[in-house]
Nanobody, 128 residues
Framework: LRLVESGGDLVQLGGSLTLSCGTSGVAAKHYPLKNYAVGWFRQAPGKGREEVGCIFGSHDVMTYANSVEGRFAISRNKAKNTVLLHMSDLKPEDTAVYTC?????????????????WGQGTQVTVSA
């Protein structure tokens, strides 16, 4: 199972962007993302990794970091087997590599999860 992020881009201050997290690999069909906790993380240059949000549970419960609460939203596209990170009112401090991760140890799971499968990340750059 592999995770693949897409959607990163250069965007202006105050702009919006949606990132997508999908699966690939032979095992992907056995682990539909709708059944597992998925987290979105980011890491800016010279800084540690920060969890920006997570989605879990059979009824899709979402949690968010204080730094993005009210500006970011996570959703599932179950038909496309993806988890989306909708970002709005972007700020220069949101500039980072954004990575998704999935916890496949528990059906529906919880957040924070036991994230053992990670994507490679996608770059988001916000210009002032």
């Amino acid at each position: 199972l592999r995770l693949v992020e897409s959607g990163g881009d250069l965007v202006q201050l105050g702009g919006s962007l949606t990132l997508s997290c999908g699966t690939s690999g032979v095992a992907a069909k056995h682990y539909p993302l709708k059944n597992y906790a998925v987290g979105w993380f980011r890491q800016a240059p010279g800084k540690g990794r920060e969890e920006v949000g997570c989605i879990f549970g059979s009824h899709d419960v979402m949690t968010y970091a204080n730094s993005v609460e009210g500006r970011f939203a996570i959703s599932r596209n179950k038909a496309k087997n993806t988890v989306l990170l909708h970002m709005s009112d972007l700020k220069p401090e949101d500039t980072a590599v954004y990575t998704c991760a999935v916890d496949i140890t528990t059906i529906y799971g919880a957040c924070p999860g036991n994230f053992g499968t990670w994507g490679q990340g996608t770059q988001v750059t916000v210009s002032a």
